[in-house]
Structure formats: C-alpha cells, structure tokens
T-cell receptor, first 112, second 113 residues
Framework: EDQVTQSPEALRLQEGESSSLNCSYT??????LFWYRQDPGKGPEFLFT???AGEEKEKERLKATLTKKESFLHITAPKPEDSATYLC?????????????FGKGTKLSVKP | EAEVAQSPRYKITEKSQAVAFWCDPI?????LYWYRQILGQGPELLVQ????????DSQLPKDRFSAERLKGVDSTLKIQPAELGDSAMYLC???????????FGPGTRLTVL
C-alpha cells in the first residue's frame, strides 16, 4: 500500500537548537516529493520539491534532502517564527495524474 | 501575487443541513483539487478537475458530496446532508496542469453540530 509516514509527530525546540524532521515513503515509483508548511487555520504553503535521490534544496534555515526511501527537512538555528506543521507529500506513478499522498505532518514548536 | 480564494472561511452547521463551499483558483490554472483535512491529519484528495471535467473522484462520498466546475474556472463543493464526521478543513488547490506544483487556498473550516 502506498504510504507516507512522518516523524516525530511533534517536536519542541529551543531557539537556535538545530534538528531534523523525517518523511519515509513506500510508493510505486516516485514522481516527486513535496514539503509544505502549514500555519494554524491556514492552507499549506509550498517549500520544496525533490525528484531524485541525492537531491538537496535550501531556503533560509531549511534544507531538504532525499534518498530512495526517505526525505529529511533539516532546520538550522530555528527561530520562533519557524513554528508550524510541516507536511510531506509524494506523487507517484501508481496514482492519478497530479494526485498527492500526504503524511500526517510534524508539528514544530520553537521556544524563545 | 495570485492566490487561490475560498469562501466562506468558517462555517458552522447542524447535522442534516446542506452546506456549500466555493473556490476560485489562480487565473489560468486548468487543474483544481478539493481536499479534506481532519484535525491532526494530512490533506486527503476528494476530487480533481481538469478544466470542467472530473478526472478523479474515487475518494468522494458520492451519496452526500457533490462537486462541480461548470465553466472550468471556479468550483463549488456541496455536502447534503452534513454529518458530524464531516467536521474538517476543506482545502482547495490549483495548478497550471496535472503533475505540476499545487497552490493551496486558505481553506474553509466546517463544524457540524
């Protein structure tokens, strides 16, 4: 069964304390892995797309990496404004065109 | 910056009532998606349109849910009758074409009492 699993479910960090979020996937042929940020009561906001193992993308304090079975979202020296839920989603060959399978998300809290 | 618009932002209704949500995608985007997100979960696709045609509604509970995109632009999602388990965030997303990055709207938070 196609599946996306994110861990941990929740993560509490002190400001400046770097860490990583994990997204593991089992799909029949990956066509892209997406990271979104979601603030409470709002829609997901696009962060990164990764297509092949070994690929990396960076944006400010965030860096996303991809292997054949998982992706990591590394957060370096986080600030309180980085607090949000981070969603991982995959598009795969077995799915409907454009269809994304989302994980449940990791809720990140950064305390000053 | 172009955005996906949704209304209403919040809706409270009683079970067995009918509710409707509206979505206006980014101009020129041919593909439109409706997702349901239960609190603490990731979004799950309900229906996908390519222009005015439905390309995937396999997860849409068709006994009570309906969706249309008559002119291939804006779209309406309807629930009739609403049930307690329908309480969730309903998200609309659009993309220039299938298989391309999806942009999400702010969502409609539905509470069924």
């Amino acid at each position: 069964e196609d599946q996306v699993t994110q861990s941990p479910e929740a993560l509490r960090l002190q400001e400046g304390e770097s860490s990583s979020l994990n997204c593991s996937y089992t799909v029949s042929g990956l066509r892209g892995l997406f990271w979104y940020r979601q603030d409470p009561g709002k829609g997901p906001e696009f962060l990164f797309t990764l297509y092949s193992a070994g690929e990396e993308k960076e944006k400010e304090r965030l860096k996303a990496t991809l292997t054949k079975k998982e992706s990591f979202l590394h957060i370096t020296a986080p600030k309180p404004e980085d607090s949000a839920t981070y969603l991982c989603a995959v598009r795969h060959y077995g799915g409907s065109q454009g269809n994304l399978i989302f994980g449940k998300g990791t809720k990140l809290s950064v305390k000053p | 910056e172009a955005e996906v618009a949704q209304s209403p932002r919040y809706k409270i209704t009683e079970k067995s009532q009918a509710v409707a949500f509206w979505c206006d995608p980014i101009s020129g985007h041919a593909t439109l998606y409706w997702y349901r997100q239960i609190l603490g979960q990731g979004p799950e696709l309900l229906v996908q349109f390519q222009d005015e045609s439905v390309v995937d509604d396999s997860q849409l509970p068709k006994d009570r849910f309906s969706a249309e995109r008559l002119k291939g632009v804006d779209s309406t999602l309807k629930i009739q009758p609403a049930e307690l388990g329908d309480s969730a965030m309903y998200l609309c997303a659009s993309s220039p074409d299938t298989g391309v990055l999806q942009y999400f709207g702010p969502g409609t938070r539905l509470t069924v009492l």
